[in-house]
Each structure stands twice: as structure tokens, then as C-alpha cells.
């Protein structure tokens, strides 16, 4: 499996890198959840997004949880971080999920890889906003173009990259995402954001962005 960034199975607010801020809220009377496609929040950036502070001060800061979907137990998903850590989402009607695009609770299944965003609620459970499923987001060089795939290595880890007209776009030197992959060239090095296959080890590609590391100047 690739990991999704950071480290699973931790509670954490990932560093603000400058996109788009999304506030999370609950009314902890009833459990109402804002969901995050109400905040415009379910797209692949925005699992990378620092959240607001609650305008509530009653009200927690955001939560994160990453890791493997062990146990599926109705709404509740288990699960397993790489440090041996464990944690408990919930999910609620107003759960927001991505799953290589905007998806439904229905298609998350143990095994997956997730990444959810909530508020942590007195029975131990995150209460999730919005959860991201199997995502992927690594910086690696393009070895190999196909029509339908890219052939990647991130470290010492070949990857294959497969590419859909529809959902894949690409973004060179910083340049707004276009669906034209025409300029990809082998040796670029790229960020790629994408779903992993837990079956195979591959990745649905949603966006690869030519040019060098983040925080790096060619």
C-alpha cells in the first residue's frame, strides 16, 4: 500500500499549505455534522487543507485519523494506524466521502486506506465530516507513458499510474489543470494525486502536477 500522508492512525491538523480552509462544526446536543461537500471540501486537495478554528468555542477542533479499514461494524469503521494505534470513525448522514471523486459510504470497504476529518465525540469515535478513501499523494518520476497509463518510481516503489479521460487532468509549472497530458515527458517528476487499488498496489490518477518537489525551486 501507498500511504496517504501523514503518518496513519494519528490525530492531527496537517500544516497549512496555503489552499483552501474548510471549518468544521458540530452541535454536540444532537451530533449534527457539517458535511463537507456543504463547505465545497470533497476533492483531493482538500484532504491536505489546515481546518478554521470553530467559530463555537464549545465546540472541538477538528480531528484527524488516518490508517486501514479493519472492521466495517454499521456506521463505524475501525481503524488501524502503522504505529499500532487505533482509532474509531463514525459515519453520519451528513458524511461527505471521495473515493477517486465524490462517492457514497456504501463503497468503502474494509481494507481500504482512509483518511477522515470529524470531531471527537464522548464514546471514543470520531464523528466524520468527510473522509477520504485510498487516497494518494506522492511525489514521483514518470519512467514509462502509455496511452492509458503512466509507469512511475516513487523511492525505491514502481508504480503504475492508470489514466481516465474523464477525472485525470494535469498541471505544468504551476499552470491551471488541464485535461491535455500531451506534455507529460518521461524523467518529469511530478505530484500525483490519485486512489490507490488496494488489489493490485496501482493508482487511479486524478491530477499529476509537473515541476519540482513542494518548497523546492528548479
Known amino acids: 500500500m501507498i500511504p496517504p500522508r501523514p503518518a496513519p492512525g494519528r490525530l492531527k491538523a496537517p500544516?497549512?499549505?496555503?489552499?483552501?480552509?474548510?471549518?468544521?462544526?458540530?452541535?454536540?446536543?444532537?451530533?449534527?455534522?457539517?458535511?463537507?461537500?456543504?463547505?465545497?471540501?470533497?476533492?483531493?486537495?482538500?484532504?491536505?487543507?489546515?481546518?478554521?478554528?470553530?467559530?463555537?468555542?464549545?465546540?472541538?477542533?477538528?480531528?484527524?485519523?488516518?490508517?486501514?479499514?479493519?472492521?466495517?461494524?454499521?456506521?463505524?469503521?475501525?481503524?488501524?494506524?502503522?504505529?499500532?494505534?487505533r482509532a474509531r470513525v463514525r459515519l453520519t448522514n451528513a458524511t461527505s466521502v471521495w473515493k477517486a471523486g465524490v462517492a457514497t459510504a456504501e463503497e468503502i470497504e474494509a481494507g481500504d486506506g482512509l483518511y477522515a476529518r470529524g470531531v471527537p465525540m464522548p464514546d471514543g469515535t470520531v464523528a466524520a465530516d468527510a473522509v477520504w478513501v485510498n487516497i494518494v499523494n506522492l511525489y514521483a518520476t514518470v519512467r514509462g507513458i502509455e496511452q492509458d497509463r503512466l509507469h512511475l518510481t516513487h523511492g525505491a516503489h514502481r508504480i503504475v499510474g492508470h489514466l481516465s479521460p474523464a477525472t485525470t487532468s494535469a498541471s505544468y509549472a504551476r499552470t491551471a489543470p488541464t485535461s491535455d497530458l500531451s506534455r507529460l515527458r518521461v524523467g518529469d517528476g511530478a505530484q500525483v494525486l490519485g486512489a490507490w487499488r488496494p488489489a493490485d498496489g496501482a493508482v487511479d490518477i486524478v491530477r499529476v502536477s509537473v515541476g519540482p518537489p513542494p518548497g523546492r525551486v528548479r
Do not use: K, M, N, Y
Open 15 to 85: 500544516a497549512d499549505q496555503g489552499r483552501r480552509r474548510f471549518l468544521t462544526t458540530v452541535a454536540l446536543g444532537g451530533a449534527t455534522i457539517v458535511g463537507a461537500t456543504s463547505l465545497g471540501a470533497v476533492d483531493a486537495d482538500a484532504a491536505f487543507t489546515a481546518p478554521l478554528e470553530p467559530l463555537d468555542p464549545a465546540v472541538a477542533r477538528s480531528a484527524f485519523v488516518e490508517g486501514r479499514i479493519q472492521r466495517i461494524d454499521g456506521s463505524v469503521l475501525d481503524i488501524a494506524g502503522s504505529h499500532g494505534d
